[in-house]
């Protein structure tokens, strides 16, 4: 089983330092919304991002809409080797549950999220559970999945390959895998610490999605399960 976590999402609801901003509140206006219950996205809150704190590592929702849809649609999670979480750039953690089928279009995709952080999981109701926000940092969800090794991907690290680190994390039990959502920048202290060694597996930054697509390709092969008699 692999555990790929993707850290320091770009993914958080509009923040109150910015809530009264002009643009703000026609983009909630249009889609009939609260401002404090839309996605910050840099593409239409821009100027109001100027102000915020840590700006050039948030309001990128389609980041992780990318990662969520290739990862989902993988033969290694079809077969039941792959576990995805998401932690965001508020150290809050969502559980993706691995048959859940998200929206391809963009905007269907973030309204799905923001009715997730107003009603904390969705669906709302019933009991399958596709995605649920929860209220705990990095260090307890790596407490929760008690992997026997964790490895961080950075441009920062220690140079590899996608093959060498796929055959590596083969080797363990339960490994995990964080994988930086969003724009660019290192990561936080209190991400890093998690981490047994950081590693580098190209010599250029690569787009998040590009590592994901990779890696994930990388392990199937090295899990066989092109041969596996699981896939649904």
Not at 13 to 21: A, C, D, N, Y
Not at 120 to 132: K, M, V
């Amino acid at each position: 089983m692999i555990n790929i976590v993707y850290v320091e999402s770009s993914l958080e609801l509009v923040p109150s330092e910015i809530i009264r901003h002009p643009s703000v509140r026609r983009n909630a206006k249009r889609k009939g919304k609260p401002p404090e219950e839309n996605l910050l996205d840099r593409s239409l809150h821009h100027w109001a991002m100027d102000r915020l704190d840590n700006s050039e590592k948030r309001g990128r929702p389609d980041i992780i809409h990318f990662l969520l849809l290739e990862a989902l649609g993988s033969p290694l999670n079809k077969t039941g080797e792959l576990r995805i979480w998401i932690h965001t750039v508020q150290d809050l953690c969502i559980y993706v549950n691995p048959e859940a089928r998200l929206p391809r279009d963009y905007n269907r995709f973030k309204s799905l999220i923001e009715q997730l952080y107003v009603d904390g999981r969705s669906p709302p109701n019933g009991d399958t559970i596709l995605l649920e926000l929860r209220k705990i940092n990095i260090n307890q969800l790596r407490d929760s999945l008690n992997p026997d090794f964790v490895i961080g991907l950075t441009s920062r690290g220690e140079p590899s390959s996608f093959e060498t680190l796929s055959k590596s994390l083969c080797d363990f039990n339960n490994p995990m895998v964080c994988i930086g959502a969003f724009p660019h920048g290192p990561y936080q202290k209190e991400t890093a610490s998690i981490m047994n060694k950081q590693i580098n597996v190209y010599p250029e930054p690569l787009e998040a999605w590009i590592v994901n697509s990779r890696l994930i390709y990388e392990l199937e092969k090295c899990l066989n399960v092109y041969n596996s008699q699981k896939i649904l």
